[in-house]
């Protein structure tokens, strides 16, 4: 398709390198992309994104949908001019946040209908429609609507979801018109085994310019989901990109990436900043415990962000205790640093051979005791 490709760089083991090309630029995988659900990514600037490193962004149709509303912003001239954002863009389906957000929502063969979680008023979401609000949102990448259950959910139940997932998909391909954007599919199948390899099977069968993993991370245990990335993985075409949605917290990236997952997003280290937990190679440390107040350290020493290297641990409990916005442009500049670092380090590993080591050296250091 004009404006999108994939280029498959290097495999080791399963771990994955590869580069997008976008008609708003390139993008390196495995790439963390955060989330800016409302057409900002909270607290920060384009500007801040840029000096940070972000090579592409998650926008939620559903969100921009219901406010300002699509046309509005297809007559702003997209997303893109109206964020001021000048990189790649993804934005979802809508598909998850009607199942995490509205409490009425009734799923028929034509789609979803739903009631707006701002005001009530009711929509009716088609796989069409869902093509449609991202085409006029104008995003690089698009998503086909899926139905996402919760965990646990009976086989019968996942097996409809299935099915009505892989229909829809063919409906929104086909109804797709923009060809500089990108479709990618969503494959289910919630824990089934069985059901995976069908969802695979089916979405595929279809064709789409990526595919994503959907269904996970909604209850089930880490080791249950670990083990549907794997399998699913092995089972999706190699020359497509491979996107894990909403997983995001650090160990996530690291499993991930092992398995052959290219891309993944997710709202944890934004809205960690916001509740004053900063994330560490030692792991997570919550800035508003009473040990920080006249600690004169950064918080992390080796980190070069520039939060850590301006401003104290205690400087930054201050300010959170303080409720200062300064704190949560602080804390969310620190969090996404560390993820950039994080996925930058990991595409290192793949390409030297070592991910299983650096794999055992990210789980040692989270287990040094004292170390914040």
């Not at 390198?17 to 989330?35: A, D, S, Y």
């Not at 008023?121 to 429609?129: A, C, G, K, M, V």
């Amino acid at each position: 398709m004009k404006g999108f490709s994939f280029k498959l760089l290097k495999i080791s083991s399963r771990s994955r390198i590869g580069e997008i090309i976008t008609p708003h630029g390139k993008v390196r995988t495995p790439v963390f992309m955060p989330v800016g659900s409302l057409g900002s990514v909270k607290s920060l600037s384009p500007r801040d994104l840029e000096e940070l490193g972000v090579e592409a962004i998650l926008v939620n149709a559903y969100h921009l949908y219901l406010r300002p509303g699509a046309e509005v912003i297809r007559e702003m001239g997209g997303l893109h001019s109206f964020m001021g954002w000048g990189g790649p863009i993804l934005t979802d389906s809508g598909g998850y946040q009607v199942f995490s957000l509205c409490k009425f929502r009734r799923i028929t063969p034509e789609g979803v209908e739903f009631r707006s979680h701002i005001d009530g008023s009711l929509h009716l979401f088609t796989p069409e429609r869902a093509i449609k609000v991202q085409e006029d949102l104008g995003a690089d990448i698009i998503m086909s609507l899926d139905e996402c259950l919760p965990y646990p959910s009976p086989w019968e139940e996942v097996e409809r979801a299935v099915r009505l997932t892989s229909e829809w998909a063919r409906r929104g391909k086909e109804a797709k018109r923009r060809d500089e954007q990108a479709l990618f599919g969503i494959v289910q199948g919630g824990v089934f085994e069985d059901l995976r390899r069908r969802s695979v099977e089916e979405i595929v069968e279809i064709g789409f310019d990526g595919y994503a993993i959907g269904g996970l991370s909604v209850g089930e245990e880490k080791s249950i989901t670990y083990d549907m990335v794997e399998l699913t993985c092995s089972l999706l075409p190699e020359e497509r990109p491979r996107y894990l949605m909403g997983m995001g917290a650090p160990e996530d990236l690291v499993e991930g990436v092992i398995r052959g997952v290219d891309m993944f997003d997710c709202v944890l280290p934004t809205r960690c900043a916001r509740t004053g937990e900063l994330f560490t190679r030692f792991g997570k440390m919550n800035i508003k415990n009473a040990r920080y107040a006249k600690d004169p350290r950064p918080v992390d020493p080796e980190c070069s962000c520039y939060t850590c290297r301006n401003f104290s641990r205690a400087y930054l409990r201050h300010l959170f205790l303080s409720r200062e916005l300064l704190s949560y442009w602080l804390n969310t500049i620190h969090n996404l640093h560390y993820y950039l670092i994080l996925m930058e380090e990991l595409r290192e590993a793949i390409e030297q051979g070592r991910i299983e080591e650096f794999r055992r050296h990210f789980y040692s250091q989270r287990a040094l005791p004292g170390q914040d």
